[in-house]
């Protein structure tokens, strides 16, 4: 039986987590669920799995939680999720909190000696050196949850470092795959959540839409698998059917194939990389495939993708300061103060205007990440919606 600690219980990943777990009750037990603001949800997760912990996002939602289950530990905000990371020694982390939320909780379960499931990619964006150096301290393992990670994470399965040509991440191309820029001036929120294989939270459909999700792929995996830049490619692959690829030194490439379904993944991470059959999985079939098709990446379509391979080589905190213009912007979006247009460059001229530091410890980052917010925010405001 492991223990499992779930952050961001109530979003896309959280609750295809429980999924797996309600699959799986009998390797599973849940100590502690954390949500933001869907309290109601929680207290429905509380009476199905009996966690010993839950962490809320304010005061309103810890008295509600009280009332109804007096014995419960209720941790509140940032602080009660970073206690609550690293409070089970021996747990699985779980984290599937959307945004540099992220950050310390992961750093905090792998100071603790716990392996972390790791969806939310912002940490290792924002601070990949300092996962690398917590993973290595401890002991305690990284294990990805994204899909494109997961996939190369198979495929690097058995390979010695100097026989790997290169990473090819697949990106679905997202909403706006064949769109000119002109079209995409009087795109909608509407438009850019209809993400054409993958449901998902509304923060990574819209940065699917920019490409902005892959751009902060492209770091991830230069922080999860250590390779350069220059030997981590993108390829536009619209059908999501294979999630990412290993391309080797002899020419062969590996590739990991599936229906776009997030479970498969996770339940993946949540094994420690074993393979468990799941049932109400849909399977692929082959025969009904009727095209694999592949397109390099428009580079000035999609400045995100640019922005990213820039801001990852520079490194220190210019990363975590794209990452935190880019939360800024997408929710200005989503709440109708920025056209679509108008995210990447807010996100071009916070990351010009920041200046960075080179190696920074977390106070840093966490410091450049405020900074990039203040600076994003007031950009928006003054600039209107344009
Ligand atoms: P979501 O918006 O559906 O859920 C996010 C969760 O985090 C919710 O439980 C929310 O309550 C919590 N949360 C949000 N802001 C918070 C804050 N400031 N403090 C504490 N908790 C907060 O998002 P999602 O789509 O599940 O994505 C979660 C993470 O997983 C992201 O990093 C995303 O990039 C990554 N990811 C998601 C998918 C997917 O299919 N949804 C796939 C790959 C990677
Ligand atoms: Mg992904």
Redesign the pocket.
Known sequence: MRSVVL????????Q?TLDVIRANLDEFSVELL?????VEELLLLVEEFTPRGVVV?DGIQAALVRSRFPGLDVGVG?QG?AEAAGAFPGALVVN????A??VVPTLRALASGCDVAL????TLVCAGDLVRAASESSGAAVIP???EHSALLQCLKGALPEQVERLVLTASGGPFRTFTQEQMKTVTVSDALRHPT???????SV?SATLM?KG?EVIEAHQLYGTPYDRIAIIVHPQSVIHSMVEFVDGSLLAQLGSPD?RVPIAYAMFGGHRRAQSGLRRLRLEDLKELSFEGPDYERFPALGIAYECGRVGGTAPAVMNAANEVAVAAFLEGRLNFLGILDVVRRVVDRVPGVATPDLDAILAKDAEARRTATGMIRDRGLS
Do not use: F
């Not at 952050?7 to 959280?14: E, K, N, P, Q, R």
């Not at 599937?96 to 945004?99: D, E, I, P, Q």
């Not at 993958?198 to 990574?204: D, L, N, Q, S, V």
């Open positions: 952050l961001g219980a109530t979003g896309s990943i959280g295809q954390s949500v933001h603001s869907r996002g940032a999720l599937a909190l959307l945004g939320a992220g969806a939310n990619k912002e949850v994204d899909s993958w449901r998902m939270g509304a923060k990574i940065d999700n902060l997030m």
